[in-house]
């Protein structure tokens, strides 16, 4: 099949899960053998992210607002990509990329999905522009394309609004692959970071109030006394919210316990997953956490709040689940920073479930099975 993956991002430092969600999900499918475009902005691909994705198209549109993500619209290459694709999967929705692929969609007739990933509600900023973003064009791309793809339950009633059926809604959780997650080297990670025999827990995202950093260094500002070994290490790029999160920990006289080490990748993401005592996820809102599955491959024990899409874990006791706030968090890393043997149970069985459930070579066959099918009810005459 040809398939057209879109995202206004594969950006692998601010591009957040969705970027890698596009990215992994191309790779897949191209790997068994499915001729694979992604159609995105110029916004940070590099030439690691290009040979990343070997044997998968990569046409990059040039970006003319970092903060809009407008696009150049050059629609002669857009309209060709359209016509000559089986199926477009619309990734995200409050994108111009996103309505632009949809006009021709609608032109050629083509078969689409559409992945919002937890995007659909009205949260954060520009709120006014994306109340006129769905009337002109955003509730039409959701409510007309052949399926509707969430990647946690939770986000189902999230289509409701939209007037979506539920009978079109396809679940497709996010998926990991375990080789980039297998390097390990602890004593290299606490040497560039100074982190000397401290345990440490590990926050892993964008320095932005949607993540929740902020309620996760109050909460451990809150606790640190009771357990004064613990570091904290927050890695991810600046969203704006730095300066006032390292005054926070300034105010509370904990600077020399908790680290800022800026974006992580490669084997040094990995040497941290391995090196840490316990993650904390304490997101205000997500549609499902990739960074929970990436703990998971290295058997790292999670607190989450329950806007991660993945309150599930807490009834296989494969994470600990609390309210998004710094109370739920607080009581979160009490529970498991005075229960050594919680958190190692927690940590082996949430690596048990992400093995099992959630590695891409399983995953991509759920697309590849939702795809044929709804190219065959096409092909077949009502």
Request: glycine share 8%; net charge positive.
């Amino acid at each position: 099949m040809k398939i057209l993956n879109v995202n206004m991002s594969i950006d692998p430092v601010r591009g957040g899960g969705t970027a890698e969600r596009t990215v992994e999900m191309s790779k897949a499918l191209a790997g068994n053998g499915h001729a694979t475009t992604i159609l995105t902005l110029d916004i940070g691909i590099t030439a690691a992210r290009r040979a990343e994705l070997e044997g998968v198209v990569v046409v990059a549109l040039p970006c003319l607002s970092r903060r809009f993500y407008l696009p150049r619209p050059k629609l002669g290459v857009i309209s060709s990509l359209v016509e000559s694709a089986d199926v477009v999967h619309l990734m995200g929705h409050w994108t111009l990329l996103n309505a632009l692929v949809y006009f021709y969609i609608r032109k050629f007739d083509k078969t689409y999905v559409v992945c919002p990933a937890g995007a659909l509600p009205l949260f954060g900023r520009s709120r006014r522009i994306k109340t006129i973003y769905n009337w002109i064009v955003g509730r039409n791309i959701i409510r007309k394309s052949d399926a509707q793809i969430v990647i946690a339950p939770s986000e189902t009633t999230q289509f409701s609004e939209y007037g979506v059926s539920p009978e079109k809604i396809v679940w497709i959780p996010n998926g990991i692959n375990i080789s980039p997650l297998q390097a390990r080297d602890d004593d290299a990670f606490r040497k560039r970071y100074g982190l000397g025999e401290f345990p440490f827990i590990l926050y892993i995202g964008r320095l932005n109030p949607i993540k929740g950093p902020d309620l996760l260094l109050e909460a451990f500002a809150q606790v640190a006394n009771e357990f004064p070994e613990a570091h904290l290490v927050i890695a991810g790029p600046d969203e704006g919210m730095q300066e006032q999160l390292e005054k926070t920990a300034s105010d509370h006289a904990m600077a020399d316990r908790i680290h800022f080490i800026g974006h992580i990748s490669g084997e040094t993401k990995s040497h941290a997953l391995h090196a840490a005592q316990l993650m904390v996820i304490p997101s205000r809102q997500e549609a499902m956490s990739i960074v929970v599955l990436e703990a998971g491959i290295a058997g790292l024990p999670v607190l989450l709040t329950d806007r991660c899409g993945m309150n599930n874990l807490r009834d296989i006791g494969a994470g600990v689940v609390v309210p998004a706030t710094v109370e739920g968090l607080r009581s979160g890393l009490r529970d498991l920073l005075r229960n050594p043997g919680k958190m190692a149970s927690v940590g082996s069985n949430l690596q048990a479930h992400v093995y099992q459930n959630y590695l891409w070579t399983s995953i991509v066959t759920k697309f590849e099975t939702l795809y044929r099918k709804l190219a065959g009810a096409r092909a077949t005459p009502a």
